[in-house]
């Protein structure tokens, strides 16, 4: 075993499997770091490349509960959703959302393979866009999300906020319109990344935008009604989705001044391929965060068959 491999942990359920991932992470997203490793100790997974994600520490004071607890929520909605995608639509491609298996950095792994505790173990990092080396340290006990590595060039489909790649891969944005029809209105599954292959769509780190009252059921990347107002507001449907419900406002009564932040709101909402958080949305629209949850408190969407969404257009 190289230097180079040399962090390990325990999977949680599977108590005989453990991974090593390496010292340099070789992705970032806002709220974790991704290391390449390698699972052992299981015949079916030994030697398969694998994704360790270390959540950031400022993610843990910034949450109501642990990240992993809703990005698991997130995950098994999405995975829900995807069944019933491929059995809805037998002749396209299948999506698949790649499992994540929530676990920490384990000392006993390490200590019962390499001889040593390393009660913080530090590993050399890249600061995103440049080229300087620096040095980070993975806390003893992290929180680490660790799923099969995806091979094959790395696409974001759409966004949590709108954005959607090309039009003409129709499938992604047809399985986020799906979901939401599906849920009858209840959530939105979007946020679609992954590696697109002959045999089909594989995705990880889904979000889904919700409709109920608490704003972030999902975690900081469930834009709620707000997300699911500016997809349809962006999403043009295909023949996969074209017969789908999509949302329409029904309570006219929301006030004038709600309506105009409401429409600030998604207006300000980016529609670049980042993926957007929810404690953005107030400084992005400049609608104070009292008014951002009324507004959502108070928008009342109803899915209905036939009309286009034309709320805010
Ligand atoms: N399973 C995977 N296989 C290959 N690359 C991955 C995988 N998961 C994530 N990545 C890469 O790591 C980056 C960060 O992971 P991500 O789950 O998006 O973190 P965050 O939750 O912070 O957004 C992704 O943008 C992608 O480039
Ligand atoms: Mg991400
Ligand atoms: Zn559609």
């Known amino acids: ?141 992290a929180t680490l999300a660790v799923e099969p590595y995806l091979e094959g060039k790395y696409v974001k489909f759409n966004s949590n906020s709108g954005y959607s790649e090309r039009a003409d891969i129709a499938t992604p944005a047809a399985f986020s319109h799906l979901t939401y029809h599906e849920s009858n209105g209840q959530a939105l599954v979007c946020d679609l990344q992954g590696v697109r292959s002959s045999s089909g769509y594989k995705f990880t780190d889904p979000a889904v935008n919700s409709s109920g009252t608490q704003l972030g059921f999902y975690g900081p990347t469930d834009l709620g009604k707000f997300g699911i107002v ?36 998604v207006t300000s909402m980016p529609s670049q391929s980042a993926t957007s958080y929810t404690y953005w949305l107030s400084a992005a629209s400049g609608v104070p965060n009292a008014d951002v949850n009324r507004v959502h408190n108070n928008l009342n969407l109803e899915p209905i068959y036939a009309q286009p969404f034309q709320a805010t257009d």
Not at 54 to 83: F, N, T
Not at 97 to 119: C, H, M, Q, W
Request: hydrophobic share 35%; charged share 25%; net charge positive.
């Open 1 to 141: 075993m190289g230097s180079s491999q040399s962090n390990t942990s325990a999977l949680i359920g599977r108590t005989s499997t453990w991974v090593e991932f390496r010292d340099d992470w070789f992705a970032q997203g806002a709220s974790r770091y991704a290391y390449r490793g390698t699972f052992h100790g299981d015949p079916h997974f030994e030697g398969k490349p694998c994704v360790v994600k270390v959540y950031k520490e400022e993610w843990y004071d910034r949450l109501s509960e642990y990240a992993w607890v809703a990005d698991d929520r997130a995950y098994r909605k999405a995975h829900e959703m995807a069944q019933l995608f491929n059995a809805r639509m037998p002749s396209t491609k299948p999506i698949e959302f790649v499992k994540p298996e929530f676990t920490r950095v384990s000392t006993r792994a390490a200590f019962n393979l390499l001889g040593f505790i390393p009660f913080e173990r530090k590993v050399k990092g890249k600061l995103a866009g440049t080229s300087d080396s620096v040095s980070n340290i993975i806390p003893a006990n």
């Open 230 to 265: 500016k997809f349809f507001k962006n999403h043009r449907c295909n023949d996969m989705c074209r017969r789908l419900r999509k949302p329409r406002i029904t309570n006219v009564s929301l006030s004038a001044s709600d309506m105009s932040n409401l429409d600030r709101i």
